[in-house]
């Protein structure tokens, strides 16, 4: 039998999306560095905040949102306090762009 994939994991195969997560099951990630990198999108090319995480999870670019509660989480608003620091991430449905589509988001509390 053919491997299912979903097809936004071609698109931007090197950062973390949705399609990363088992239906309804949250990830537990490990900070291992906060960096500025630049980025693909349909915009063109555009520098943005990536965190990259330990035990091979792919990077999440993060938006103001998931900085916003990234920073609650981690009581800093400093990136360099995030590294070593645990984020519980989920999916959850998002207006942009006129449409609603899936986007990964921080839990706002520290995992157990």
């Known amino acids: ?8 994991k071609t ?3 090197n950062y973390l999306g949705a399609f990363a997560f088992e239906d309804g099951k949250d990830m537990i990630v490990t ?13 063109g090319k555009e520098d943005k905040l990536v965190a990259h995480f ?5 990077p999440l670019i993060l938006n103001t949102t998931n900085m916003k509660t990234i920073a609650k989480v981690t009581g ?8 070593g620091k645990k984020l519980q991430l989920y999916v ?7 449409t ?9 509390f520290a995992p157990n």
């Open 1 to 8: 039998m053919a491997e299912h994939i979903h097809w936004k």
């Open 11 to 13: 698109t931007n195969p």
């Open 31 to 43: 900070v291992q560095d906060v960096r500025t990198e630049t980025i693909q999108n349909a915009q």
């Open 54 to 58: 330990e035990n091979g999870v792919l």
């Open 76 to 83: 800093s608003a400093y990136i360099d306090e995030w590294v």
């Open 92 to 98: 959850d449905l998002v207006s942009a762009f006129g």
């Open 100 to 108: 609603t589509t899936e986007a990964v988001r921080v839990r706002d």
